[in-house]
């Protein structure tokens, strides 16, 4: 926490899912945060997000090979989505 707390900028990485399939972005959370609204960028494997300033997050990037509208149906918060969203590109 005081890592989360004291960092200029949290980047939470992990799977968009759970392994049932259910949303892991949620507007609201079942168990206790211990650094609530401390993180900045959420890199997922189906979508990059970039908390605006009002303090939601926007669509920054999708995957590619999945539409704005894919991701969005296993995302159960609300997110800005720009005219324009990004692809996420393999680097090899």
Do not use: N
């Amino acid at each position: 926490m005081d890592l989360a707390v004291g960092a200029k900028q949290v980047i939470a990485m992990l799977e968009h899912v759970d392994s049932k399939g259910r949303p892991k972005l949620v507007d609201e959370c079942s168990y206790p945060i211990t650094a609530p609204g401390c993180v900045d960028v959420i890199a997922t494997d189906l979508a990059l997000l970039v908390r605006t300033d009002a303090g939601g997050f926007r669509l920054a990037e999708i995957a590619a090979g999945f539409t704005v509208d894919e991701v969005l149906a296993v995302t159960d918060m609300q997110v800005e989505v720009p005219e324009t969203v990004g692809v996420i590109q393999e680097s090899w």
